[in-house]
């Protein structure tokens, strides 16, 4: 399976933009990229997902690299509620939806 | 709401007991998934099911069955549980039609710890 790195922790300040990086240098053409996030005590939660196009939705938006050997999840707006552990998956097209989470990057918002 | 039940959402067992944690989904979905939880591990598949009676191993399925005789219920059972099965229990369902639009939705976990 094609990895992800992700920064350990980041740190973001209440009603600012926050940019997640993922990195997957090794993505194939068939991957598409996920990201979930988890909540203290709680299962993962979807977020978005992209194949090539950058996609946005109610929670974020998701900007991939036109070499798609990383990509960007965008909080608009931090709030206190969105400190959490982002994780970043690439998933293969004929996978059966098997998730492979690595360690995730954990987000702290400061008030 | 994921439309998924888990069940016990707690237990304390002793070693060598065997233990069933249940997974009840309400919406039909085709696909269910196992996954524990550990301390400086991401989640990892133990095993998921395509279908009524089909199912299949995920990375860590050694001391696990399942079984899915019913579209709406997926069956976890430790068979003779260790210490080591200490962990958090997540279920998951795939949701959607097809191509992009589906999701991967995960229950709320089962506390299982091994004593």
């Known amino acids: 399976d094609a990895k992800t790195t992700q920064p350990n922790s980041m740190e973001s300040n209440e009603e600012e933009p926050v940019h997640l990086p993922c990195n997957h240098s090794t993505i194939s053409g068939t991957d598409y990229i996920h990201w979930y996030r988890q909540l203290p005590s709680q299962g993962p939660e979807y977020v978005i997902h992209g194949l090539t196009s950058n996609v946005n939705n109610r929670m974020a938006s998701l900007a991939i690299a036109e070499d798609r050997k990383s990509s960007t999840l965008i909080l608009h707006r931090a709030t206190l509620r969105d400190a959490a552990v982002y994780y970043c998956?690439?998933?293969?097209?004929?996978?059966?939806?098997?998730?492979?989470f690595g360690k995730g990057t954990l987000l702290t918002v400061n008030p | 709401d994921a439309g998924i039940t888990q069940s016990p959402r707690h237990k304390v067992t002793e070693t060598g007991t065997p233990v069933t944690l249940r997974c009840h989904q309400t919406?039909?979905?085709?696909?269910m998934y196992w996954y524990r939880q550990d301390p400086g591990h991401g989640l990892r598949l133990i095993h998921y099911s395509y279908g009524v009676k089909d199912t299949d191993k995920g990375e860590v399925s050694d001391g696990y069955s399942v079984s899915r005789s019913k579209t709406e219920d997926f069956l976890l059972t430790l068979e003779s549980a260790t210490s080591s099965q200490t962990s958090v229990y997540f279920c998951a369902i795939k949701k959607g039609t097809g191509g992009t639009g589906n999701t991967i939705y995960f229950g709320e976990g089962s506390w299982l710890t091994v004593v």
């Open positions: 919406e039909n979905h085709r696909y």
């Open positions: 998956i690439l998933r293969f097209g004929g996978s059966n939806y098997k998730l492979t």
